[in-house]
């Protein structure tokens, strides 16, 4: 395994509302940055962050996963996390040890509750927001 400064190292948590499309996201990185070598899907169970049984049957992120790809001599880590109100605890958790925040929001469905809820939590930790408006 390669070893990296921490200079050379990135934390991003993907976060936002449940279905906007984090994990899918996630696994395109993953796959455009040749960390794995096949797209992985969240509706046949092959993402690379939802690997628990449950989460594959449910379609669902359970529990904050991380998926590391490298990217111009510098690794990023993808925190993958859960949208789901029962869920954000690790949305929390994961925004606290990262550099920045990644929102996703469905464009269809727009800027929903948990969006509101991670927004404040990287507001709470004074993290950089990007915006993905996804589908």
């Known amino acids: 395994m390669k070893v990296f400064e921490a200079t050379g190292i990135r934390n991003v948590a ?14 395109a990185l993953a796959f455009d940055s040749g960390a794995v ?8 169970g092959t993402t690379v962050t939802d690997y628990d049984e449950e989460a594959i049957a449910r379609k669902h992120t359970l529990a904050a996963a991380v998926a590391a790809v490298e990217w111009n ?8 996390t859960p949208g789901m109100g029962n869920f954000l605890a690790d949305a929390r958790s994961a925004l606290r040890v990262a550099d920045t925040a990644l929102v996703v929001v469905d464009a269809v469905a727009g800027v929903e509750v948990s969006t509101e809820k991670v927004w404040e939590f990287a507001e709470e930790f004074q993290l950089p927001r990007l915006i993905v408006i996804n589908r």
């Open 14 to 27: 993907f976060v936002g509302h449940s279905g906007a499309g984090k994990t899918q996201l996630v696994s």
């Open 37 to 44: 070598n096949r797209f992985g899907k969240v509706d046949e």
């Open 73 to 80: 001599r510098h690794k990023i880590n993808l925190i993958d």
